[in-house]
T-cell receptor
């Protein structure tokens, strides 16, 4: 799986948009970008994933650059409950050993009042 | 509300003892992952099953760790003998791999709450 680079930490005021960047310059054409988060003392939670088009769901939006070498996860109105470590992962979405999730160190997002 | 269930949530044991951690994947999911999380190493994949057969257990120390799926509703991770360096949070996750034409696609993984293991 392609390696990803994320800032170690970020702060965001409650109610504002949180924009979490991720670089994946070695991504292959068949690799998707996945985002998971881990709230303290809980298991990781799936947020969103995409291939090349921007994606939106009830939790977040994912913006992928045209060259696919980087992406941004957007939490449109961050709340204190969004404080967590956010992991950006690239993986092949087909089955087999390539579909395992390899977690990096992630970005620790702190949402403040 | 479908979820992955792990037991026990916490386990304290003495060095040398056998430890068994259990995981009930979401009903209908055909893929199970075991991860270990420590402060130093982060989240590491230990083993990965598809339709109860091991696909990849290269991340698991073979001499003391074993992972099995006795049936589709139960996955187990055993450590025998346990050592202090095994202290960590162990997560199980399940997912669904679907066949679509000639290729199969893997959906997202759902994680359990973890088993916090302390070996003293």
């Amino acid at each position: 799986d392609a390696k990803t680079t994320q800032p170690p930490s970020m702060d965001c005021a409650e109610g504002r948009a949180a924009n979490l960047p991720c670089n994946h310059s070695t991504i292959s054409g068949n690799e998707y970008v996945y985002w998971y988060r881990q709230i303290h003392s809980q298991g990781p939670q799936y947020i969103i994933h995409g291939l090349k088009n921007n994606e939106t769901n009830e939790m977040a939006s994912l913006i992928i650059t045209e060259d696919r070498k980087s992406s941004t996860l957007i939490l449109p109105h961050a709340t204190l409950r969004d404080t967590a470590v956010y992991y950006c992962i690239v993986r092949v979405a087909t089955t087999g050993t390539a579909s395992k999730l390899t977690f990096g160190t992630g970005t620790r997002l702190q949402v403040t009042l | 509300d479908a979820r992955v269930t792990q037991t026990p949530r916490h386990k304290v044991t003495e060095m040398g003892q056998e430890v068994t951690m259990r995981c009930q994947p979401i009903l209908g999911h055909n893929t199970v992952f075991w991860y270990r999380q420590t402060m130093m190493q982060g989240l590491e994949l230990l083993a990965y099953f598809r339709n109860r057969a091991p696909l990849d257990d290269s991340g698991m120390p073979k001499d003391r760790f074993s992972a099995e799926m006795p049936d589709a509703t139960l996955a187990t991770l055993k450590i025998q003998p346990s050592e202090p360096r095994d202290s960590a949070v162990y997560f199980c996750a399940s997912g669904l791999a679907l066949k679509s034409g000639a290729r199969a696609r893997m959906g997202e993984a759902f994680f359990g709450q973890g088993t916090r293991l302390t070996v003293v």
